[in-house]
């Protein structure tokens, strides 16, 4: 059996800014998730019987010396690494650097070598480009990679055959959802992870279904087949959480949680009859809720629900294909308020035929929804988006390939262009909605009313004290390069950081 390295690698996001919000901050400080998908192919592994360690880079910030430094005595045989669209440059530079050390197999995964496998099997180190999730075929090619055996019969690759490159096609989908492990959630610190909202630490995220039946222009999440778990596999894998890892809060990942009533009811009376100390939030929506839903999941430990609401005109909603009308959008909101649960907005400026006139009706939404808080971004060409296609239609660009090839897009480039308004513009009005929206003494009264208020304060604090923190580590490598420390020097496993780590064997 082999020993395997599975990782995210180090923090390697350009300086984008969506909005006011530049994207390296909200990863870095206000939304750090768990590497789940990583954690998912890590239990598959080590069921098959590999010994696996799993390192999150990105959310310790850990260079490679540090890195080497600590799997060093393991000496992986493959390396399982995740590559991003937005610095794949980076990504494949430190996971090649990796492979190099370790002298070991490199297979790559993630959203670039799923929409690009021929440009990321360019990289002469790189063995393998998996071109799906991983949850039908990891298992499998890591046995192929170990005994050297054909990798053709493997659905869902890419690599090289005699200098021919060889796609197998799609991967096959997983027909049985609750036939996935759970995911390997001792091989990470799960107090690395939480939200600028989040309520109760530690957290971690989870899906109860992948995909979305809908086809939103700007969601990517439809290029999936919708499949859902069973309400009894994701009430089992919670209990876990609570039980064997001390989570407390548990962010669900799905795009629509509540697309089956019945089955977001089901899940809710086991929460309820179980009687577990756990919270969780999730996203979904205007039009999938109603009253019972809604008081029954705050029975569960709902404590936030975040809709895409995206608009306050109805033409840019159409443009969208969001076939919802605003009294649903306004319904749905003071429902969930009246269920006692807290209601997250998120809306997307610069949309197709934006202009002053429909940005004003979205202000005059904006300031009549009682929402508690909301999230105002520009709207980019998102890879397998309708947006997308109409933006490389309208100019023959790519911008993910230009970025893959060491030319990252402007601020301005790196926006949807069917809007006559300027990223100035957009820019400025992001502001107007940020002030408008929290400066509103409306707001901070129904957030100070919330029970869940000292949680929240709390979580600023901490944050405030990362922002603290970054500074001073950023000073000092920026003054002494020979430097390097791990950001948390946390164990895992038992291991120091710095020292050798034995983990993932069972």
């Given at each position: 059996?082999?020993?395997?390295?599975?990782?995210r690698?180090?923090?390697?996001y350009?300086?984008?800014?969506?909005?006011?919000?530049?994207?390296?901050?909200?990863s870095?400080?206000?939304?750090?998730?768990?590497?789940?998908v990583?954690?998912?192919?890590?239990?598959?592994?080590?069921?098959?019987?590999?010994?696996?360690?799993?390192?999150?880079?990105?959310?310790?910030?850990?260079?490679?010396p540090?890195?080497?430094?600590?799997?060093?005595?393991?000496?992986?045989?493959l390396i399982?690494g995740?590559?991003n669209?937005?610095?794949?440059i980076?990504?494949?530079k430190?996971?090649?650097?990796l492979?190099?050390?370790?002298g070991?197999r490199?297979?790559?995964?993630g959203?670039?070598?799923?929409?690009?496998?021929a440009?990321?099997?360019?990289r002469p180190?790189?063995?393998?480009?998996m071109?799906?999730?991983?949850?039908?075929?990891?298992?499998?090619?890591?046995?192929?990679?170990?005994?050297?055996?054909d990798?053709?019969?493997?659905p869902?690759?890419?690599?090289?055959d005699?200098?021919?490159?060889?796609?197998t096609?799609?991967?096959?989908m997983?027909?049985?959802?609750?036939?996935?492990?759970?995911?390997?959630r001792?091989?990470v610190?799960?107090r690395?992870?939480?939200?600028?909202?989040t309520?109760?630490?530690?957290?971690?995220?989870?899906?109860?279904?992948?995909g979305c039946?809908?086809?939103?222009?700007?969601?990517?999440?439809?290029?999936?087949?919708?499949?859902?778990?069973?309400?009894n596999?994701?009430?089992?894998?919670?209990?876990?959480?609570?039980?064997?890892?001390?989570?407390?809060?548990?962010?669900?990942?799905d795009?629509?949680?509540?697309?089956?009533?019945?089955?977001t009811?089901?899940?809710?009376?086991k929460?309820?009859?179980?009687?577990?100390?756990?919270?969780?939030?999730?996203?979904t929506r205007?039009?999938?809720?109603?009253f019972?839903m809604?008081?029954?999941?705050?029975?569960a430990?709902?404590?936030r629900?975040?809709?895409?609401?995206?608009s306050?005109?109805?033409?840019?909603?159409?443009?969208?294909?969001?076939?919802i009308?605003?009294?649903?959008?306004q319904?749905?909101?003071?429902?969930?308020?009246d269920?006692?649960i807290?209601?997250?907005?998120?809306f997307?400026?610069g949309?197709?035929?934006e202009?002053?006139?429909?940005?004003?009706?979205?202000?005059?939404?904006v300031?009549?929804?009682?929402?508690?808080?909301a999230?105002?971004?520009?709207?980019i060409p998102?890879?397998?988006?309708?947006?997308s296609?109409?933006?490389?239609?309208?100019?023959?660009?790519?911008?993910?390939m230009?970025?893959?090839?060491?030319?990252?897009?402007?601020?301005?480039e790196f926006?949807?262009?069917?809007?006559?308004?300027?990223l100035?513009?957009?820019?400025?009005?992001?502001?107007?909605?940020?002030?408008?929206?929290?400066?509103?003494?409306?707001?901070?009264w129904?957030?100070?009313?919330?029970k869940y208020?000292p949680?929240?304060?709390?979580?600023?604090?901490?944050i405030?004290?990362?922002?603290?923190?970054q500074?001073?580590?950023?000073?000092?490598?920026?003054?002494?390069?020979a430097?390097r420390?791990d950001?948390?020097?946390?164990?895992?496993?038992?291991?120091?950081?710095?020292?050798?780590?034995?983990?993932?064997?069972?």
């Amino acid at each position: 059996m082999s020993k395997i390295l599975v990782i995210r690698p180090p923090y390697a996001y350009a300086d984008y800014s969506f909005g006011v919000i530049p994207l390296g901050f909200y990863s870095t400080f206000l939304t750090r998730y768990p590497p789940l998908v990583l954690m998912y192919l890590a239990e598959l592994l080590r069921r098959a019987g590999h010994r696996v360690v799993l390192m999150d880079g990105e959310a310790e910030e850990l260079e490679n010396p540090s890195i080497i430094k600590r799997v060093g005595p393991f000496k992986p045989d493959l390396i399982l690494g995740n590559v991003n669209i937005y610095n794949p440059i980076r990504n494949f530079k430190d996971l090649i650097e990796l492979k190099a050390n370790f002298g070991a197999r490199l297979i790559v995964r993630g959203h670039f070598p799923a929409l690009f496998p021929a440009q990321s099997m360019a990289r002469p180190l790189v063995d393998v480009a998996m071109t799906g999730k991983g949850f039908t075929n990891i298992v499998e090619l890591a046995a192929a990679l170990e005994h050297q055996t054909d990798l053709r019969r493997i659905p869902g690759i890419a690599f090289r055959d005699n200098g021919e490159l060889i796609n197998t096609g799609p991967e096959e989908m997983i027909k049985d959802m609750d036939q996935l492990p759970f995911p390997a959630r001792d091989l990470v610190d799960n107090r690395f992870y939480a939200t600028n909202l989040t309520y109760r630490l530690p957290m971690t995220t989870m899906f109860g279904s992948l995909g979305c039946p809908y086809r939103c222009a700007y969601c990517q999440d439809s290029v999936l087949p919708y499949r859902r778990r069973s309400a009894n596999g994701v009430y089992l894998e919670m209990l876990e959480c609570a039980q064997k890892h001390g989570i407390r809060e548990i962010a669900f990942l799905d795009p629509t949680f509540t697309i089956g009533r019945e089955w977001t009811l089901e899940l809710s009376q086991k929460l309820i009859d179980g009687n577990s100390d756990l919270t969780f939030t999730m996203r979904t929506r205007p039009d999938l809720l109603d009253f019972e839903m809604l008081h029954s999941l705050k029975r569960a430990g709902c404590v936030r629900i975040s809709l895409g609401i995206e608009s306050g005109d109805p033409e840019i909603l159409q443009g969208l294909s969001r076939d919802i009308d605003l009294q649903h959008i306004q319904r749905a909101v003071e429902m969930i308020r009246d269920a006692g649960i807290m209601v997250f907005g998120y809306f997307m400026l610069g949309n197709k035929n934006e202009s002053h006139r429909s940005l004003q009706n979205t202000m005059k939404l904006v300031r009549k929804l009682p929402l508690h808080f909301a999230q105002f971004l520009q709207v980019i060409p998102l890879p397998h988006t309708s947006i997308s296609e109409d933006y490389q239609k309208k100019f023959g660009r790519d911008l993910w390939m230009e970025i893959n090839e060491g030319r990252f897009p402007t601020a301005d480039e790196f926006r949807a262009q069917d809007t006559n308004l300027s990223l100035s513009e957009l820019r400025t009005w992001s502001t107007k909605f940020y002030l408008a929206f929290y400066l509103s003494p409306r707001r901070w009264w129904d957030i100070a009313r919330l029970k869940y208020t000292p949680g929240y304060l709390r979580r600023q604090f901490e944050i405030s004290f990362l922002l603290l923190r970054q500074f001073l580590l950023r000073s000092i490598r920026r003054n002494h390069p020979a430097y390097r420390l791990d950001s948390f020097q946390h164990a895992i496993n038992g291991g120091q950081a710095g020292q050798t780590i034995e983990a993932g064997s069972r």
